[in-house]
């Protein structure tokens, strides 16, 4: 969904730095061979999350539904020279096409990918993080957040995606609708906690900011 005219939108992405070639066979393989690739963070979120990447440069990255890997790779951008991303999936089928794009890259060595449910593998991980992005299954975005925020270094950010939910969340909402109910809830929680300070952003379907204070 765009929150903006789709003119003033291409005019951004014709504006912001250009695609890596890398991101571009990328995206091409997932629209001829995977399910669902409108779930691509896509070039000009891709570049934000790059850059936002590269401000930060963490240490280590954590992040929370990979799909094919796109986001991946464009967070790993700022990692330090000896830093780690964890990547966790659920979807067995796409382990091995995520590491074929991950092992083109200049970073493979620092990716690695767990497959399984993220409540159960974030207790698992020994270390603290500097960047978390979350951006899988919705009805978990609470847990996910309660996971991690004891495992955040101090000043750590914390990336969320579809925080907007295609507007739904401005709409009267269905009480059937557990995705948009645990949305609304999270940014209320990301709003409302004291331990984080939190920006949402109108990138494409809404992206919040929040840095560990």
């Known amino acids: 969904m765009h929150f903006i ?3 003033l939108d291409d005019y951004v992405v014709a504006h912001s730095q250009v695609e890596p070639e890398l991101l571009q066979q990328l995206t091409r393989e997932t629209y001829q061979k995977i399910l669902q690739p409108r ?3 896509g070039h000009y979120q ?6 936002l990447s590269k401000l930060i440069n ?3 990255i954590l992040e929370i539904g990979t799909y094919t890997g796109y986001s991946a790779l464009c967070l790993a951008e700022g990692l330090q020279k000896n830093g780690k991303l964890h990547t966790i999936d659920v979807n067995e089928e796409l382990v091995d096409f ?3 794009y991950f092992d083109k890259s200049n970073c493979g060595t620092q990716i690695q990918q767990h ?3 993220a409540l159960d593998i974030i207790p698992t991980l020994n270390t603290t993080f500097d960047l978390v992005f979350i951006d899988a299954d919705k009805p978990n975005y609470v847990n996910y957040f309660h996971a991690i925020i004891d495992k955040m270094n ?3 950010v914390i990336l969320s995606d579809n925080v907007l939910w295609s507007g739904k969340v401005l709409e009267k909402l269905n009480p059937k609708d557990e995705s948009t109910k ?3 809830a999270y940014n209320k929680l990301l709003n409302d906690d004291e331990r984080i300070e939190t920006v949402l952003l109108p990138i494409r379907d809404g992206l919040t900011i929040s840095r560990v204070v």
């Open 46 to 51: 891709g570049r934000v999350l790059s850059m």
């Open 182 to 184: 645990i949305i609304l």
């Open 39 to 41: 779930m691509l963070s």
């Open 154 to 156: 101090t000043g750590g």
């Open 5 to 7: 005219p789709q003119q």
């Open 58 to 60: 963490p240490k280590t």
């Open 115 to 117: 497959l399984g449910s």
């Open 98 to 100: 995520q590491r074929k």
